[in-house]
């Protein structure tokens, strides 16, 4: 079994950053893909950004170019740093692993004031 513990998250201005971590526990070894889903009130989980166990990486259009997912293998994290962050990035954010199954994080909240 695989356990994911989230940090980072809070409250910042619009323009400013956040550096979201997720360290991984437990069966490490089973881990394909790691990435960040976020929800925010009254919409749909949407993947934000996702890394693969080779480095492949993947972005939601809209966070393009502002956010920067990466990942430390022999720290079993992945790591999210946004920056230039927006009122519509206001979200709970989660973090996932791919094993046989999705493995979800409990989430962190990211509020971002206009």
């Known amino acids: 079994q695989v356990q994911l513990v989230e940090s980072g998250g809070g409250l910042v201005q619009t323009g400013g950053s956040l550096r979201l971590s997720c360290t991984a526990s437990?069966?490490?070894?089973?881990?394909?893909?790691m990435g960040w889903y976020r929800q925010a009130p009254g919409k749909q989980r949407e993947l934000v950004a996702s890394?693969?166990?080779?480095?492949?990486?993947k972005y939601l259009d809209s966070v393009k170019g502002r956010f920067t997912i990466s990942r430390d293998n022999a720290k079993d994290t992945v790591y999210l740093q946004m920056n230039s962050l927006k009122p519509e990035d206001t979200a709970v954010y989660y973090c996932?692993?791919?094993?046989?199954?999705?493995?979800w994080g409990l989430g962190t909240q990211v509020t971002v004031s206009s």
């Open positions: 890394v693969s166990a080779g480095g492949t990486k």
């Open positions: 437990g069966s490490r070894s089973s881990i394909n893909d």
């Open positions: 996932i692993a791919q094993t046989w199954r999705l493995v």
